[in-house]
């Protein structure tokens, strides 16, 4: 039987980190439903698709492969695709793509297949309302705009990408925007999610807290 912990939330708001550091220490599957969105994009830009060509979409989404190890890398087509995923480019674009009704099937049908039977610690947008409305335990992550870009900038120093503090704050307000009010599953909190704001909190007492809370119905 399956274990699901859905952990929804904005950009920025510390879910990646968070969710593979609680999976680890639970011993849970990690799954990172955003990077299979901007792998799709990354797919779409490299093969120069119209995002109108239903036709084009189908074709690649039939045939794309995305691999995602256990030690984080992340494979494309089996290429590794870690670090281009996270890319100014993909950031502007993975927001229209993932309204596309054939990529939200598709990438629904797979997060549910790799989820069979495991224990998993899931991350998106739409875990807790679309993916899995009975996930065992909900937890909608977030924390304020400028608190967010702060910690993107200092993730992509680290991975070494250059970026400035202005235009990522910018595009994560505009990705809320996008990601909140489009039609199919919006990112908004389940009624029976937990709410937790990280804005002062460390990546530790997050990490805490939400242990406690799936030690609960584990
Ligand atoms: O979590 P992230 O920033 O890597 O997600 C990238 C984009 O993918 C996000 O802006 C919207 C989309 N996404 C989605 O629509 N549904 C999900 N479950 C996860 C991500």
């Known amino acids: ?26 011993g849970l599957v990690n799954i990172d439903t955003g990077a299979m969105f901007r792998c799709v994009t990354l797919n779409m830009i490299e093969e ?3 995002l109108e060509d239903e036709a084009k979409i189908e074709e ?12 984080g890398q992340i494979f494309l087509n089996g290429k590794e695709v870690t670090n281009r995923i996270r890319e100014n480019d993909i950031n ?5 793509v ?26 998106g947008r739409d875990i807790g309302t679309v993916v899995f409305p009975n996930a065992n335990v909900k937890i909608y992550l977030d924390a304020t705009p400028e608190e967010r870009a702060k910690r993107r ?31 199919v599953a919006p990112l908004k909190r389940a009624e029976d999610a937990i709410y937790i704001d990280s804005s002062n909190m460390s990546i530790e007492e997050t ?10 119905v584990l």
């Open 60 to 71: 690649i989404l039939n045939k794309i492969e995305i691999d995602m190890k256990e030690n």
């Open 98 to 123: 993932s309204i596309i009704p054939d990529v939200r099937k598709k990438l629904l049908d797979l997060q549910r297949k790799v989820s069979q039977g495991k224990k998993v610690i899931m991350e």
């Open 153 to 183: 900038m200092k993730q992509n120093q680290e991975n070494g990408i250059s970026s400035s503090y202005e235009e990522i704050l910018e595009s994560i307000i505009n990705r809320d925007k996008k990601d909140m009010t489009r039609e």
């Open 1 to 26: 039987m399956s274990f699901v912990v859905a952990i929804d939330g904005p950009a920025g708001s510390g879910k990646g980190t968070v969710t593979k550091k609680v999976g680890e220490k639970l």
């Open 207 to 216: 990490v805490e807290e939400i242990i406690k809370i799936i030690k609960n």
């Open 92 to 96: 502007k674009f993975v927001s229209p």
């Open 48 to 50: 120069n698709v119209n």
